[in-house]
């Protein structure tokens, strides 16, 4: 009697164990990979597509920079600005056209009505601002 219930503990003892033991170990096992890919997949692409995306979006966001041709029609030193016949600006979207743009003093000291130019413009809501001319 002893030796069978001996027997009969130990075989529950290590069913018991083996029941704890397989349920114990699966779960271990199953999330693991799953949290090792999980994680694998998130930073992959997450530090490219950051970086990526606001290399591209900050510029246009802030400010965008232009080239381009024209004419100087007006020059006006009280309110610096310079209007020009100027080409198309395919940057800004703009077809040829005459307009003022802003400019610093020091730009707008430079050119006088008539004089053939090539200039940047910084582009910003829809507005831009001469940011460098040179006559041709
Ligand atoms: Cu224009």
Same mark, same amino acid.
């Given at each position: 009697?002893?030796?069978?219930?001996?027997?009969?503990?130990?075989?529950?003892?290590?069913?018991?164990?083996?029941?704890?033991?397989?349920?114990?170990?699966?779960?271990?096992?199953?999330?693991?990979?799953?949290?090792?890919?999980?994680?694998?997949?998130?930073?992959?692409?997450?530090?490219?597509? !950051?970086?990526?995306? =606001? &290399?591209?979006? $900050?510029? @246009? *966001?802030?400010?965008?920079?232009? #080239?381009?041709?024209?004419? +100087?029609?007006?020059?006006?030193?009280?309110?610096?600005?310079?209007?020009?016949?100027?080409?198309?600006?395919?940057?800004?979207?703009? !077809?040829?056209?005459? =307009? &003022?743009?802003? $400019?610093? @003093? *020091?730009?707008?000291?430079?050119? #006088?009505?008539?004089?053939? +130019?090539?200039?940047?413009?910084?582009?910003?809501?829809?507005?831009?601002?001469?940011?460098?001319?040179?006559?041709?």
């Amino acid at each position: 009697m002893k030796l069978i219930f001996a027997t009969a503990t130990a075989l529950a003892l290590t069913a018991g164990l083996a029941a704890c033991g397989k349920p114990a170990s699966k779960q271990a096992a199953a999330p693991a990979p799953e949290a090792a890919s999980a994680m694998a997949a998130s930073t992959t692409p997450d530090p490219a597509a !950051p970086t990526g995306d =606001m &290399g591209k979006m $900050a510029m @246009p *966001a802030a400010a965008k920079m232009a #080239k381009g041709q024209g004419t +100087v029609t007006a020059v006006d030193t009280t309110a610096n600005t310079i209007t020009l016949d100027h080409g198309p600006i395919a940057e800004a979207g703009w !077809p040829a056209m005459t =307009m &003022g743009f802003k $400019a610093s @003093p *020091a730009l707008v000291a430079q050119v #006088k009505a008539g004089d053939k +130019v090539a200039f940047d413009l910084k582009l910003e809501g829809g507005a831009g601002e001469i940011t460098a001319i040179q006559k041709q």
